[in-house]
């Protein structure tokens, strides 16, 4: 299935905007993120831009890191229709069951490359909403998959720490090819 | 993160990696079995090992020039896309569609044009499309379709046809704990229909089923075996608690088989390799009985043979797999006869090394899942000729080929399902 655009209305009545995404080796994409404690207005316009761009580009997942803001959002729709949004704001997880998962993962930090990464199938995510609430959600399969993949670039890690060096260089030089060429 | 490659883009990569020599379809795919379009992606891959020589004589047709090297995810999404206009029944603008979209997600947008030219081509010729229901007679690579006709003359056009088919779902009935009448019964209020194999323990589906909606299967009241592994207990003759050696036993049918026959034995289970050994021991505690396991090279009787004589031995030797095409299409693609040799000297090694195992007056159970001579009369004349103390003994079941030294079952293309693989037996006693 192709991604379908589709048009969001803004909680807040601002205008949202595309958001550019960084690409990797993008040393940005390293910075490690910090905690949100203003939960105010401009949190949801910054919310429902990263939703506007996750559709857009045709992610299942996007940090804040992707779109070069440090804090510690993510949002996340894993649904076959694409009409389930879920946002985290301060998420954390545990690992609530030893058994792992390969899973073909894709980045759009990392466009057009797709790698078995191996993490643990089901986990516990501690986080809050996009008003502050607290709480605590159990996932298993691709969202608990995708949820990892997410924290893991509020933490500045990217899913090619997981692969060798030399698939991670063949991946960096191919897309800085790319990269000039634009 | 972004989503996963669509069914078909992946199906292509999984071909493109298995040309690659990397392992087999089966393991490629466990990976995969979580993902909602996982059917759909066995389907493509499978179906595309199936035809694989005839979809490739096809798609060259089509091809001015062949692909380079790096671009073979690329020729393997061709042939699935002429797999689905020959084989499924999707409206050929969708699968046309689909197919170019995975191009692009292969991250290779100049082949769009490519793969929606050559589809189109396909599409409009009529002679290609029209010959899938009459004999198709390169579907093998030409180094077994000849061994196969030399070696069963008679046999060969069935065997070859039958190789290219789906294979019935089997069950196996522990009937320790439920008869095989009562537990049909029990899938028939699961809507799922069956009838009796020939050995006392077959239930063969009409069609294939998840194995989570069997009835009763954690309970260990059912297992997945083919019906020709079926024979083994019976042929081996086994007796209440007599000492019994599975030589390569993972994952364990044959093990439990025996097991559930006769619960008094005292049965030592040995295979190579310990994630295959790890499904054996599931096996075991699924169906609550228990063997004594040992991780090992069985040929290097030193590492773990305590000098204890076997009653009974089971070799259900590594081999060429061409029993089984229907089952593992893959081996079509990939075998050669060079590793047929390479099994051959592996089988002697085994039987070698086994045969002084075994106690006199014991018998010793050689089976393949091959259907060529190398692997099975030869390699049992061979030994015969090697030893003073073995002799062949006749094997009375009521199916397959009898030869000199054993019995044969070729694969059949019998609707009913009552087609067990192809497989071999050798019964011998130590004299």
Known sequence: ?182 | MQKTLNSRATAALILADLLNSKGSLSTALIKLRDRSDFPLIQELSFGCCRWYWLIQSQLEQFLNHPLRNKDRDIRCLLMIGIYQIREMGVADYAIINETVEAARELNKPWATGLVNGVLRAYLRDETLNSSKNKECPNTHPEWLSRLIKNQWPAQAITVLNANNLRPPMTLRINTQKISRMNYLNLLKKQNLAGSFGRTETAIILDAPCRVDVLPNFKEGFVSIQDEASQYVPGILDLKPKQYVLDACAAPGGKTCHMLEHEPTLKVTAIDVNSSRMQRLTDNLDRQNLSAKTIVADVKDTKKWWNEQHFDRILLDAPCSGTGVIRRHPDIKVLRTYDEVLSSVEIQKNLLKNLWKCLRPGGLFLYTTCSILREENETQIANFLKSTDTAKCESIKINWGVECEYGRQFLPDVSKSGHNPDGFFFSLLRKI
């Open chain 1, 1 to 182: 299935m192709y991604p379908i655009k589709l048009l969001h209305t803004s909680t807040t009545g601002t205008l949202m905007a595309l958001r550019t995404i960084l690409e990797f080796p993008d040393l940005r994409l390293r910075t490690i993120a910090t905690p949100v404690t203003d939960f105010g207005s401009s949190l949801e316009a910054l919310i429902d831009d990263m939703l506007e761009t996750m559709y857009s580009a045709g992610g299942i997942g996007l940090a804040a890191t992707q779109i070069d803001v440090h804090q510690r959002i993510l949002v996340i729709d894993v649904s076959e229709d694409r009409n389930t949004p879920q946002v985290f704001v301060n998420p954390t997880f545990t690992i609530s069951d030893q058994e792992n998962l390969d899973y073909d993962e894709g980045c759009l930090s990392i466009p057009g490359f797709y790698e078995t990464i191996s993490r643990p199938k089901t986990v516990v995510i501690h986080s809050q909403d996009q008003h502050g609430k607290h709480f605590h959600l159990e996932a298993n399969g691709i969202l608990a998959v995708c949820i990892q993949h997410e924290i893991d670039h509020l933490d500045g890690k990217l899913m090619v720490d997981y692969i060798s060096r030399l698939k991670r260089d063949r991946i960096r030089s191919k897309l800085e090819k790319k990269q000039k060429a634009l």
